[in-house]
């Protein structure tokens, strides 16, 4: 009997087995995050990283997760979103510190503070969602180029109005918001063009690091002149030594945005971390941080310097701060029409 029941379950044990192997749903593979470069158009290539992509054509919502999940933009979003967070903190404390309306001349100080988080929040979002297709590629750093114009126009605007000295007022009060207004978009432009254009080598640079030269050597010129005529200023100007950082953190974004370091010295090994354009964020992070902080102390300490300046506006500076925001935008509309024209183009 014994034996009987034995061989009787020898025959029904598989075919149990095959039953429930059926009736389990069969295992899709999980859905890829990131390939490898080869697999995504030489659009979204960058110099000495192989792997870390994210496949193109996904839903927003895919381009969203990845926000916590390990890729070669991962961190570049981060540095920026953090520091956008910061921001926005220091913008509310602002609020319950400053008299924005009531004080006639406490508005540069709300629009370098929003500039800021403008910026930081418009490169966050391009590095986050930029992979979605090519022609959201464009668009989004298209939108990047536009809030570092903001940026620009603000910080210059902050530098005028809050820490130049008397001498150099005198000699730059007639051009200095205008030309500050005028470089910004240009800066804009050249950039948009440079991503437009995809031209290699030092002609495509050209477009997009003179132009932004050009409108920070203007834009820092206050300062610069403050600290070279500043006998001792550790003693009388605290807030100098923020300045002087905000130089310093700067030139060394600047030097890590031209040159694609330390990756070229490892090629391959730098697709999460170790990027230069992770450097480069967050020395410019470190840049704003350390300016909002001078800008706040001038604004605080200098009052007897700046207002005697600005009893009678040269130019009206919030109309020049809508006019960079407004040329900027249509700029960059513009240029996001011709990518489609360019690429319903090339699809035929």
Request: with cysteine.
């Amino acid at each position: 009997m014994a034996t009987a029941m034995a061989q009787k379950l020898s025959h029904l044990l598989p075919s149990l087995r095959h039953i429930c192997q059926e009736s389990q749903p069969s295992m899709q593979p999980g859905p890829v995050f990131t390939v490898d470069r080869a697999e995504v158009p030489p659009l979204f290539w960058k110099p000495y990283i192989y792997v870390g992509y994210r496949p193109l054509h996904q839903t927003w919502r895919f381009y969203f997760r990845t926000l916590f999940l390990q890729h070669n933009e991962v961190v570049n979003v981060w540095t920026h979103l953090l520091a956008a967070l910061v921001l926005l903190l220091r913008l509310a404390i602002f609020v319950g510190t400053v008299d924005f309306w009531g004080d006639p001349h406490a508005l540069p100080l709300f629009i370098i503070a929003f500039a800021s988080f403008t910026y930081l929040s418009l490169s966050a979002l391009a590095h986050l969602l930029q992979a979605k297709s090519e022609f959201w590629h464009y668009s989004f750093f298209f939108l990047d180029y536009v809030g570092v114009a903001v940026y620009q126009f603000g910080s210059a605007l902050a530098h005028f109005y809050y820490a130049i000295e008397p001498a150099w007022h005198a000699q730059v009060q007639g051009i200095f918001l205008p030309m500050a207004a005028f470089l910004a978009w240009l800066s804009c432009t050249g950039s948009c063009y440079n991503k437009y254009s995809q031209k290699p080598g030092l002609l495509g640079r050209t477009c997009q690091e003179v132009p932004s030269a050009l409108a920070y050597a203007l834009d820092i010129s206050p300062v610069v002149h403050r600290i070279l005529v500043s006998p001792d200023p550790s003693l009388d100007d605290p807030a100098l030594l923020y300045h002087k950082c905000q130089v310093i953190f700067f030139l060394l974004a600047a030097a890590f945005f031209s040159a694609c370091m330390p990756e070229r010295w490892f090629p391959g090994s730098c697709h999460v971390f170790g990027q230069g354009h992770q450097l480069f964020h967050v020395f410019l992070v470190m840049c704003t941080l350390a300016q909002l902080e001078a800008v706040a102390l001038d604004y605080e300490a200098r009052r007897p310097i700046y207002e005697p300046l600005h009893t009678r506006w040269p130019h009206n500076f919030f109309a020049l701060f809508l006019l960079t925001v407004g040329s900027s935008v249509l700029t960059a509309l513009f240029l996001s029409q011709l990518v489609r024209r360019k690429l319903e183009k090339k699809a035929k």
